[in-house]
Structures are given as structure tokens and as C-alpha cells.
T-cell receptor, first 114, second 113 residues
């Protein structure tokens, strides 16, 4: 399924805690993305990174942070400032170039706040 | 702002019938339009895409049509089967978006046996 993995599959967080979601890809893709999906809704972009050591805010970045120290890895931290973090989180990657290429998704992490 | 609208939000069809899902976009400079299928609890997977230099693309029972003048594109599934039941998302790369996809809100397709 495209060589992009996410862990853990399920994550439970107590209020006030920060948690980090892992995303790794071995596809040699340049760009990586984090989306949030709420029940019955589409995908909303949290953060994206087109090259190592650079990332940009998406539409709903408040309460989240990311890093891109390696090409293969793009971890997402959900901070205590995110007021309603319970959701399904999807990581994706794409090989950039002159034409548009398929965006591959990871299997997702379901985060629940207790 | 720039966005992608998708209709209907739910669609039920009898097995063997056709299903059509429509999306409109606001940015006339958009030129890449993929469709993703997401089964319950799973990751979205690309099923077909179209670029703005063509008006239609077909892959077995799935086809996508694009009308750039009207700024809408549609997914057509013929001879539907129960395994086609899923949520379908359209998407577009909007100008000025650094090649990131903007997704429609999704259509829950149910194929009734």
C-alpha cells in the first residue's frame, strides 16, 4: 500500500497532554502532508512539508506542531492547545516534479481524548 | 476562498445501476482532479484522476468527466457492485496552493444488493 506507515493505529490521550503521531515513508517522496478527518467529513490540511527542514501551515494548524528533520519522517504533535483533538489523522506523501503525481496515504491514527 | 464542493453527500443505488458524483471548483487555474475511495476505517486510495488537457477518462467501470468551462467534474460508476460501497472524495489542486490537494466533503455511496 505505497510504503507509508503511521503509528500508533489507536492513541488515547488525557486532557492536557501532548502526543506525537509518527509518519514514515520509504518512497523517496519529497512532500509530506498531515490531514485531519472528522466523522462524516472530508480531509482538512493541518501542515505540509515540501523539503527537509521546511514546513508550512495548512488550514487548521492551531494546536498542532510538526518537524521535518529527515526526508522519510514527518511527525505530528497534538498539543494541549488543540481543544478538540479527537479525530482520524492521515499522513500522505507525494513525489514532486513537473507533473502531478498520486498522493499516497498512510493507514491513519485514530486519536481519542479521554 | 478557493474550495471544492461535492454532491450528493449520500447516494444509494441498486446493484447493477449507475452512480454519479459531482464536484465543482472555484479556481479556473486548477488542472489536476483526482478521485479517492475510502472504505470504513481505511486510508483513502486513488481510483482515477484526470488532467485538464482531457475531457474524459475511463478505467473499466469507472469514468471521470471534466468540464473546464463550467468548472465541474464528475465520477461515474457503472454496473455498481456491493464492494463499491464506500466514501468517495473528489479533490483539486488549486492555484497558489503549493500543489496541495483541496478535498470535497465526500459522498457515502451505498450499493444495495
Amino acid at each position: 500500500d505505497g510504503g507509508i506507515t503511521q503509528s500508533p493505529k489507536y492513541l488515547f490521550r488525557k486532557e492536557g497532554q501532548n502526543v506525537t503521531l509518527s509518519c514514515e515513508q520509504n518512497l523517496n517522496h519529497d512532500a509530506m502532508y498531515w490531514y485531519r478527518q472528522d466523522p462524516g467529513q472530508g480531509l482538512r490540511l493541518i501542515y505540509y512539508s515540501q523539503i527537509v527542514n521546511d514546513f508550512q501551515k495548512g488550514d487548521i494548524a492551531e494546536g498542532y506542531s510538526v518537524s521535518r528533520e529527515k526526508k522519510e519522517s514527518f511527525p505530528l504533535t497534538v498539543t494541549s492547545a488543540q481543544k478538540n483533538p479527537t479525530a482520524f489523522y492521515l499522513c500522505a506523501s507525494i513525489r514532486t516534479g513537473n507533473s502531478y503525481n498520486e498522493q499516497f496515504f498512510g493507514p491513519g491514527t485514530r486519536l481519542t481524548v479521554l | 476562498g478557493e474550495n471544492v464542493e461535492q454532491h450528493p453527500s449520500t447516494l444509494s443505488v441498486q446493484e447493477g445501476d449507475s452512480a454519479v458524483i459531482k464536484c465543482t471548483y472555484s479556481d479556473s487555474a486548477s488542472n489536476y482532479f483526482p478521485w479517492y475511495k475510502q472504505e470504513l476505517g481505511k486510508r483513502p486510495q486513488l481510483i482515477i484522476d484526470i488532467r485538464s488537457n482531457v475531457g474524459e477518462k475511463k478505467d473499466q467501470r469507472i469514468a471521470v468527466t471534466l468540464n473546464k468551462t463550467a468548472k465541474h467534474f464528475s465520477l461515474h460508476i457503472t454496473e455498481t457492485q456491493p464492494e463499491d460501497s464506500a466514501v468517495y472524495f473528489c479533490a483539486a489542486i488549486l492555484s497558489g496552493s503549493a500543489r496541495q490537494l483541496t478535498f470535497g466533503s465526500g459522498t457515502q455511496l451505498t450499493v444495495l444488493p
